[in-house]
């Protein structure tokens, strides 16, 4: 048992079917910790092969019980996962780690063997029949992005027109008084609220999502990137209204995508994006970072997930920042473990559909 400054601190190393559970658990002077209440870490590191950078740092605070201040300060930021932890949102904790993403793959594919779930929706025409699939899932894979895919000018149109005449609610206001798209002035509905975003709330009643959601070669990708037969949530179908807000009144009105972060969609995921309209970087443009999907580092890991821009280029390389810009229908298909962020729209409107696979 290690003494720290601040409590002591206890391991536990358990093996079992291939996998080593090393459990750190911090108990704190009920001063240190507002409950008084022990705290607990848990991390999770794959048995087999070499160390992985991402069990690296763990694995040297579990065994060397070096309790210097730097070590400290990535506990102490386990603290916001811990919070998550404690009112039940497992997936948010442990959904970061590759090995467990890695690990529910295998457990879905395996109860899908085991069950003989098939994918319901087969024989279905697709609205991209150029693309790779395997190509797709290869590129998303190394780079975190795959971008050659488009929609039919048609569905484009259709979406388009279904988005203008449907009531829309804030995002950060969601029981607010709805307002149409035509009535927003400059990031501000009818009445005079601040409005950076109009959000559709269902957009399954467009014939033209529900075509892109169960189109046969999107759910290909997903299928082969996360290894299962993915579900889906609700498509997200939303306005980035053009404003001259500042980034602080942004952030203010719940508008947090344009810092960088990552997501934590599930246990495992990857989401597909499509522009409604023309979008470039001042009008919205979604920006990445190229292959940051699986290198980050430990206080990223156990940190908050979203970073400032200088840590992210820092970590990441700026010349692997993308910026997405392209003509309506241009798509991107992305493990949202990337970091990323919305650039705010300064001269026009974005509108963008994004469907969530996990
Ligand atoms: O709107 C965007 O481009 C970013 C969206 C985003 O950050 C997210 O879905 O997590």
């Given at each position: ?6 409590g ?14 090393v ?11 507002s ?86 929706i ?96 999107l ?74 999907h ?62 969530r696979?996990?």
């Open positions: 048992m290690a003494m720290c400054r601040s002591w601190e206890r391991w536990f190393t358990v093996q079992a079917i291939g996998l080593r559970l459990f750190s658990v911090r108990l704190y002077h009920p001063g240190r910790n409950v008084g209440l022990p705290d607990f870490l848990v991390t999770i590191s794959p048995l087999w092969g070499e160390r992985t950078k991402l069990t690296e740092g763990v694995i040297r605070i579990a065994e060397g019980g070096d309790c210097t201040h730097k070590n400290q300060d990535r506990l102490m930021n386990v603290k916001s996962i811990l919070s998550r932890l404690r009112s039940g949102d497992v997936q948010y904790v442990f959904g970061r780690f590759r090995v467990v993403r890695i690990a529910y793959s295998h457990i879905r594919r395996l109860w899908e063997t085991v069950f003989r779930v098939s994918a319901e087969s024989g279905r025409k697709t609205l991209f029949p150029d693309i790779d699939v395997g190509q797709a899932v290869e590129t998303i894979r190394e780079d975190a992005v795959f971008l050659g895919i488009c929609l039919p000018a048609t569905v484009v149109r259709e979406v388009d027109t279904f988005c203008r005449c449907t009531p829309l609610f804030a995002r950060h206001d969601p029981d607010g008084p709805t307002f149409f798209h035509h009535d927003v002035i400059r990031g501000h509905a009818p009445d005079g609220r601040p409005t950076p975003t109009g959000s559709i709330r269902d957009a399954m009643s467009c014939g033209a999502v529900r075509a892109i959601v169960e189109d046969p070669v759910r290909a990708i997903a299928r082969n990137y996360l290894g299962y037969e993915p579900d889906t949530d609700a498509p997200i179908l939303y306005w980035s209204l053009a404003s001259d807000f500042t980034d602080e009144e942004r952030r203010r009105l719940e508008q947090h995508a344009i810092d960088f972060h990552y997501d934590v969609g599930g246990l495992n995921f990857v989401y597909a994006s499509f522009y409604i309209l023309d979008t470039d970087r001042y009008s919205g443009a979604h920006v990445m970072m190229r292959r940051s699986d290198r980050k580092s430990l206080r990223m890991l156990f940190g908050p997930a979203v970073a400032s821009e200088a840590l992210v280029y820092q970590r990441f390389g700026r010349e692997n920042e993308l910026v997405i810009e392209g003509p309506a229908g241009t798509g991107f298909i992305q493990d949202a473990a990337c970091y990323h962020r919305a650039s705010p729209p300064i001269h026009a409107d974005r509108l963008m559909l994004q469907i696979f996990h």
